[in-house]
């Protein structure tokens, strides 16, 4: 199960983690001469994402000490601002040479400060995210520490302090696999626990992982002394092959006695005849004992070949659900919420609407490929500080769709192939008509030239009849949007799709 020292981790859902971390009384004592000019000094934003829970506890005539609830905290004011928390402090403790940042303990104790390193080191690596409900995204301050499980010294695999419900966006794709997945979290502990077992499975980066570790993070927020354990296939097969090299296969079997929920993903790697056969039994121990399981992966029961029939029949008892691929709708949520997120670090961050429509559109394979494609915008406008245009936006995704684009597919082709499909001539496509019988081929072009061809969105309008690219852009949701649920267009679009590969 995974351990969240409270020192590290400040994860209260619905709760804003600045004002859980602030001072008791920030208004008294010692430093507030020093805050103060903090404040006037980085401005408000920067002193309340940095400063606001920092506390000065002692002076002794050369060194000012203060204390952060965090080592990611201590980390960054070391790395930008000790020069300016320097300044600040001697205006108040007067003869202070240095500035002392210590890691706050529960108690109240300071962790001595460690060689100074990168904020980005106490981070986990990046991943994929998302959050539900009204149009504008929701941005919370979020954990800081990369937390793990430990059952009877049994520990699991690490769990992102990023994923949590409240980054998690909802959307038609994903709707019932977050619906099943807050059930769990909220009901592990009660006498009608919700659905179990919980089997969430989708293709690669849609969320699965992500929705397990918010499990696991709003679990141990309602009740810190639930045995909370997550493991990926891979962990759990290493874990068990120590057991038998050590011939202690007993000791790993009695370790899940005490969990309340297991959490185990990527389970199409559980591989190994012994292996295969202890998951099964420690699986049917589980939910006998009317303990969770929640499972995920990137296949179906029916589709995992290595179950044998009685594990399969046992998944499928509970909630089988699928994470489908982001309709348009979703991955402007998803994209807005990334947005969102550096913004609430960096306010100076911004990305225009129209290259946000160009990342939903030309980004539909996972929700990793669009929070990839921010963090490479961020990274951009921090080296360039200039605005994020259309041209710059089709530079720096370029390879995140090359791979898929089939690239010798013209769109003298795209209108040749259409023109002939829906019965109207290549000048009635170019042309300005406006009639549905003209407008709706019109659409599918534009639509096939974005997905099928290099072309930027403003080369596809002017090949359309020097449209704007706005046009070209509304076309393309418009299509994507009717693709929801129309079998009819989706068949109709393979094999125009066919026609142009020949």
């Known amino acids: ?94 003869g202070a040479e240095r500035v002392e940042v210590l890691v706050r303990q529960p108690g109240g104790a300071s962790l001595r400060p460690q060689p100074v390193k990168s904020p980005a080191a106490d981070l986990p690596k990046p991943f994929a995210m998302e959050q539900a409900g009204s149009s504008q995204p929701i941005v919370r301050p979020l954990p800081v520490a990369i937390g793990r499980t430990h059952v009877a010294g049994f520990e699991g695999s690490p769990l992102d302090p990023r994923y949590t419900f409240d980054s998690f966006v909802v959307g038609s794709a994903n709707r019932m696999a977050h619906a099943g997945a807050t059930q769990v979290a909220e009901t592990v502990l009660n006498d009608s626990p919700g659905f179990n077992p919980l089997y969430i499975h989708s293709q690669v980066g849609l969320g699965k992982t992500h929705l397990l570790h918010a499990i696991a993070w709003e679990v141990r927020r309602r009740a810190p002394a639930a045995q909370v354990l997550y493991l990926t296939a891979e962990c759990f097969r290493y874990r068990f092959v120590e057991a038998l090299r050590s011939s202690d296969p007993l000791s790993f079997k009695e370790k899940f006695r005490s969990i309340n929920v297991l959490l185990i993903d990527d389970l199409e790697f559980m591989q190994g005849e012994k292996t295969e056969q202890e998951f099964d039994h420690i699986i049917n121990a589980l939910l006998d004992g009317g303990r969770h399981v929640v499972v995920a992966s990137a296949r179906a029961p029916g589709q995992i070949e290595r179950l044998n029939e009685r594990m399969r029949s046992r998944l499928q008892r509970g909630l089988v659900t699928e994470i489908n691929t982001f309709d348009h709708e979703l991955r402007l949520k998803v994209l807005e919420q990334r947005v969102a997120e550096k913004r609430a670090n960096d306010p100076s961050f911004e990305v225009p609407r129209e290259v946000v429509d160009l990342l939903a559109d030309r980004l539909t394979e996972s929700g990793r490929e669009l929070e990839g494609a921010v963090t490479r915008l961020y990274a951009t406008w921090q080296y360039m500080r200039t605005p994020l245009k259309l041209d710059i936006a089709e530079t720096v995704i370029r390879d995140l769709v090359q791979g898929v684009e089939p690239r010798r597919i013209k769109i003298e082709d795209i209108l040749r192939i259409v023109s002939r499909h829906f019965g109207v001539s290549k000048g009635d496509l170019l042309s300005q008509r406006r009639h549905r019988s003209v407008v709706w081929p019109r659409q599918i072009g534009m639509y096939l030239a974005k997905q099928l061809t290099a072309r930027s969105l403003p080369e596809i309008g002017r090949r359309f009849g020097n449209r704007d690219h706005t046009t070209v852009l509304h076309a393309i949701r418009k299509i994507d949007n009717e693709l929801n649920g129309n079998t009819r267009l989706r068949e109709e679009l393979e094999e125009l799709k066919k026609l142009l590969s020949h």
Not at 14 to 28: F, M
Not at 74 to 88: A, M, P, T
Request: charged letters at 25%; a negative charge; hydrophobic letters at 35%.
């Open 1 to 94: 199960m995974q351990t969240i020292d409270t020192a590290e981790i400040s994860a209260t859902s619905g709760t804003d983690t600045r004002r859980a971390l602030a001072p008791t009384n920030p208004g008294t004592g010692k430093g507030q001469k020093a805050r103060a000019m903090l404040r006037a000094r980085l401005g408000d934003e920067t002193f309340t994402s940095w400063f606001n829970a920092l506390e000065f506890d002692d002076f002794d005539g050369k060194t000012v000490k203060v204390s952060v609830p965090v080592k990611f905290l201590r980390n960054w004011i070391q790395s930008h601002y000790l020069d300016d928390l320097l300044q600040c402090s001697q205006a108040e403790f007067a």
